[in-house]
């Protein structure tokens, strides 16, 4: 399993190359180029407060004002939607890359880990489209914020935590890569990310602080929006994410020789 | 210095109907599976600077043995020592991302095998110029054809300086100026000392280019050793087969049987014995047939003999008759009559032939007795030289 690791530091700069690859391409050849990576989630932010503040009018918090429920919603969106898309395109990652992966020296695990970077870019852009909206509604940024590269770090580790996993199932279940988009909304709605966790019953309060991805956004939100530090969050997130880390890393290592006969 | 060192080597897969199988074996510990063996135990010894040829069919294990030793299958069983860095070409046009442009391959590939940025780009120039791709090197690689897929590989991998080099069947496409280039590099490769497993349907590049060769037969070891017998040797069991699915060979049976002319002997004269029983002629030896036959109540110049040498893929090389050359049998007693044959020096080139010997009667229409298919023997020639016989010939010089 140390192989593993040994072999993604070794192939350090072929992912660097896929990952900045797979961004350029996404706005390569389109009119707007780079401008699209801040385009999307600056409409979706103006959608959201169109929507919930204009015309919705609930806010996140009692004693928050109007517009907050969209920075709120969009604080937990980023770093769940980061992850959505990156274990979606690890799902098929192996496949895509056959011809590499059985003609060529390159380690498997190299592709989940670029679809977990590959994300990457994308999220940082929301982020500082969110950091500057909030700013302008009231909400100014503070030292907190300094944490924000961590919890972004974390959030990579939490992701790639599960992104090989995904990746090699794929390959010997195809079922998974339908599965994914309905387990990522399932996730989606038992994670506060629509709704504060104050919300929750007290009867499911267990199962929704159970899941590792409460702690990562409600992080997200305490250093942009709430100036606070969440210690706590990240050691629960940390801990979670390398303990799964290590389960995939050995499943993965067992069976990605096998898989190479199942491509 | 080993360069390549392989015990045990070997490679089965295991064949699913569907993939559920895999883990109700996994649940149920019972197998689910059928056996594919790829490649049965080898072991191999290939020493520094050796040019390393694989031979075999379709089929035979070939590939398998060269994913092998690149890295990108894992052996099912054994080890596999390498040293020194190792580059290679894996079937035609593989190992590139179809959507990335060739450059964009180039240094994906050049980082894959271990190459800092600035190595790459110093390189970068003189790759592109080997692959003769011009402006095309910035489109994406799908839109390649399979020669200009197999130069790119070629330059970008030969480029990087392995000490181990990997090639699998890649240069039988590319223009033929292309391929001479790349066979110079190989050359090239050969005389830095560096070790090159080599794989091609091109026998002839195998038994010119390698030192030594393994042959593969379904997964299995056949022969290794030097290039050129077991190119020899290969060619001889193709050859064998193929004759083997030829029907035309006519049956002693319809021949007369109850016939008091008929041949008694024919054996070879000269060559050394092998194991096999089949004798082993050098080229230029002396090769003597000598032939018995029986003429009954026939007069002398009533029996004729023939001889037809064939090699054993049914090819007629050579046939003549003591009728033709207007010879006559020599008397041995009242009913026998003989003769011999005699090539001096024997001109075949290597392969394994055998002989069809024809009694006839002075009219060379009526057969008396026919033996279709007899003294197999092999000949041998420690030469690059290629084809059938050698033919008398001379170089000039020109203005």
């Known amino acids: 399993m140390f192989r593993l690791y040994r072999d993604l530091y070794q192939q350090r700069q072929s992912i660097l190359l896929m990952v900045r690859r797979d961004t350029l391409l996404r706005i390569k050849g389109t009119l707007l180029g780079p401008l699209w990576l801040l385009a999307q989630p600056l409409f979706l932010l103006l959608v959201y407060s169109f929507v919930f503040s204009g015309i919705l009018k609930i806010s996140f918090r009692p004693d928050g004002g109007s517009g907050d429920f969209a920075l709120y919603l969009f604080a937990a969106l980023m770093p769940f939607s980061a992850m959505q898309d990156a274990l979606q395109r690890a799902s098929g990652s192996l496949a895509e890359n056959r011809d590499l992966l059985l003609k060529t020296q390159m380690p498997g695990i190299v592709f989940p880990a670029v679809a977990t970077l590959g994300t990457l870019v994308q999220e940082v852009i929301g982020l500082l489209v969110l950091i500057l909206a909030a700013w302008i509604m009231g909400y100014p940024p503070g030292a907190t914020l300094l944490l924000l590269p961590l919890l972004v770090v974390l959030r990579l580790l939490m992701t790639f935590s599960l992104a090989p996993l995904v990746a090699i199932l794929s390959v010997f279940i195809k079922d998974v890569g339908q599965l994914i988009p309905m387990l990522m909304m399932a996730l989606f709605f038992t994670t506060p990310i629509i709704y504060p966790l104050e919300m929750i019953p007290e009867t499911y309060r267990p199962i929704i602080e159970s899941n590792p991805l409460t702690w990562l956004v409600q992080a997200y939100r305490s250093v942009i929006l709430e100036h606070q530090w969440p210690v706590d969050h990240l050691v629960i997130v940390a801990v979670a994410s390398l303990l799964l880390l290590t389960l995939t890393g050995a499943l993965f290592a067992r069976l990605q020789h096998r898989a190479k006969d199942f491509l | ?399």
Not at chain 2, 169 to 186: C, H, I, P, T
Request: proline fraction near 3%.
């Open chain 2, 1 to 399: 210095m080993i360069a390549i060192q392989a015990r045990q080597l070997s490679k089965h897969y295991r064949q699913y109907a569907k993939p559920l199988d895999l883990f109700k074996e996994w649940l149920l510990k019972r197998p689910f599976h059928t056996e594919v063996n790829a490649l049965a135990p080898l072991d191999l010894t290939i020493e520094k600077g050796t040019t390393f040829g694989v031979v075999g069919d379709n089929g035979a294990g070939k590939s398998t043995l060269l994913k092998l030793l690149a890295g990108t299958l894992a052996p099912s069983t054994g080890s596999l020592q390498i040293e020194g860095r190792k580059s290679a070409i894996l079937e035609l046009g593989s190992g590139f991302h179809p959507e990335f442009s060739g450059l964009e391959n180039i240094n994906l590939a050049c980082s894959m095998l271990g190459l800092s940025a600035a190595e790459i780009r110093e390189r970068i120039p003189e790759i592109i110029e080997f692959s003769e791709l011009g402006n095309a090197i910035q489109r994406p690689v799908k839109s390649y054809s399979s020669g200009m897929f197999v130069r790119l590989a070629f330059s970008v991998i030969t480029s990087i300086d392995p000490e181990v080099l990997i090639v699998d069947e890649a240069l039988s496409v590319g223009d033929a100026l292309f391929q001479k280039k790349s066979m110079d590099r190989m050359m090239r490769f050969r005389e830095e000392n560096k070790t090159l497993v080599f794989c091609s349907h091109n026998l002839y590049q195998v038994k010119e280019l390698c030192d030594q060769a393994v042959w593969l037969e379904n997964g299995v070891v056949r022969g290794m050793g030097d290039s050129a017998s077991i190119v020899d040797d290969y060619q001889d069991s193709v050859r064998h087969r193929q004759s083997k699915h030829k029907e035309n060979i006519r049956s002693t049976s319809e021949m007369d049987a109850v016939s008091d002319v008929y041949i008694e002997e024919v054996e070879l004269e000269g060559g050394v014995d092998t194991p096999e029983k089949i004798p082993v002629f050098r080229h230029g030896d002396k090769l003597g047939i000598r032939v018995r036959a029986c003429k009954g109540s026939r007069s002398v110049e009533d029996v004729h003999i023939g001889l037809v040498l064939i090699r054993n893929d049914g090819l007629q090389v050579y046939g003549v008759s003591t009728l033709i050359d207007e010879v006559k049998m020599f008397s041995i007693d009242q009913q026998h009559v003989g003769i011999r044959l005699m090539f001096d020096p024997l001109m075949l080139m290597s392969g394994d032939y055998a002989l069809e010997a024809w009694l006839i009667d002075g009219s060379g229409l009526h057969v008396y007795d026919s033996r279709p298919f007899c003294c197999q023997f092999r000949v041998r020639l420690d030469s690059s030289e290629v084809g059938l016989v050698k033919l008398s010939h001379d170089w000039e010089p020109v203005d």
